[in-house]
């Protein structure tokens, strides 16, 4: 059974930093593709970004340059490295393995992240 | 980058009517396609992948369709758990967009 179980959400000052993880489990995470999407409390989903199997990397312009995807095949994990964050940061962040067709098909059920003074 | 908007907004129906929910590119994805179904709490749950193609254990109630820029999500006989939000995400181009979601609400 394919699990991915988030941690390391919670409340940041404006400015600050934070590290997510995403423990993978029930399939081979080396191969494959995995995502980071965010959404913010009663609101949409925005996808964050995405890491290949050779650690090619992918952010839209809303993040770029602040986060940070990487992934330690060894233990079968992904992080999530926010830096300079704002408040309109502050949401449910969701780890999601990418299927065949490199969207997600199985989700964790999301960290939260609050950034506020 | 690429947006796509979805409508209605709120769709209102019952269960056993039939529901019919768009996704519209601002330019051509091909059929690199996806639908998502969310109820409140809950992670989303893919359902369709490039424009028509069912995800593991998915009804057969459910059904995609459409190339390009316009995209239709079917679900033939509404059930009662079948009401919740419904996102479309393409992957023709990074940034990987969402649609802003449709309600799909109890009538």
């Known amino acids: 059974e394919v699990q991915l179980v988030e941690s390391g959400g919670g409340l940041v000052q404006p400015g600050g930093s934070l590290r997510l993880s995403c423990a993978a489990s029930g399939f081979t995470f080396s191969s494959c593709d995995m995502h980071w999407v965010r959404q913010v409390t009663g609101k949409g989903l925005e996808w964050v970004s995405a890491i290949g199997t050779a650690g090619d990397t992918y952010y839209p312009d809303s993040v770029k340059g602040r986060f940070t995807i990487s992934r330690e095949n060894a233990k079968n994990s992904l992080y999530l490295q926010m830096n300079s964050l704002r408040a309109g940061d502050t949401a449910m962040y969701y780890c999601a393995r990418a299927s065949v067709s490199g969207l997600p098909d199985y989700w964790g059920q999301g960290t939260l992240v609050t950034v506020s003074s | 980058e690429i947006v796509l908007t979805q409508s209605p907004a709120t769709l209102s129906l019952s269960p056993g009517e039939r529901a019919t929910l768009s996704c519209r590119a601002s330019q051509s994805v091909s059929t690199y396609l996806a639908w998502y179904q969310q109820k409140p709490g809950q992670a989303p749950r893919l359902l369709i992948y490039?424009?028509?193609n069912r995800a593991t254990g998915i009804p057969a109630r459910f059904s995609g369709s459409g190339s390009g820029t316009d995209f239709t999500l079917t679900i033939s006989s509404l059930e009662p758990e079948d009401f919740a939000v419904y996102y479309c995400q393409q992957r023709d181009n990074w940034p990987y967009t969402f649609g802003q979601g449709t309600k799909l609400e109890i009538k």
């Open positions: 490039d424009a028509s």
